[in-house]
């Protein structure tokens, strides 16, 4: 059974850091590109970052470049968004996902139909 498990969200203030991590049991991990996505209240989900299975390519939202960073370790099975400078806008349940056919840095990537596997979620607020 594969289980992803999001950790590490919660309130902070504006102009915070936080570390997401992502634990997957189940799957091969190291054959699976990973995902951020978001959905704040009362909207849709969203892409946030992406990294290839091998952990040399990364993607972003252009509201995270600069600000989120993706990362992986394959021998841990743990994918991590590292996001600094938080806004109150980024407020919102992070997912993560986990998709086998390699979509990461293509257009493909923002769809939430080409995931295979996701997380419940981790809430974090930012207060301003």
């Known amino acids: 059974q594969v289980q992803l498990a999001e950790s590490g969200g919660g309130l902070v203030q504006a102009g915070d850091s936080l570390r997401l991590s992502c634990a997957a049991s189940?799957?091969?991990?190291?054959?699976?590109?990973m995902a951020w996505f978001r959905q704040g209240p009362g909207k849709e989900r969203e892409f946030v970052a992406a990294?290839?299975?091998?952990?040399?390519?990364?993607y972003y939202t252009d509201s995270g470049k600069g600000r989120f960073t993706i990362s992986r370790d394959n021998a841990m099975h743990t994918v991590y968004l590292e996001m600094d400078n938080l806004r109150p806008e980024d407020t919102a349940v992070y997912y993560c996902?986990?998709?086998?056919?390699?979509?990461?840095?293509?257009?493909?990537?923002?769809?939430?139909?080409?995931?295979?596997?996701w997380g419940q979620g981790a809430q974090v607020t930012v207060s301003s």
């Open positions: 996902a986990a998709e086998r056919l390699g979509i990461s840095g293509t257009s493909a990537q923002k769809n939430t139909r080409m995931y295979d596997y």
């Open positions: 990294i290839s299975w091998s952990g040399r390519n990364t």
């Open positions: 189940g799957l091969t991990f190291s054959r699976y590109d």
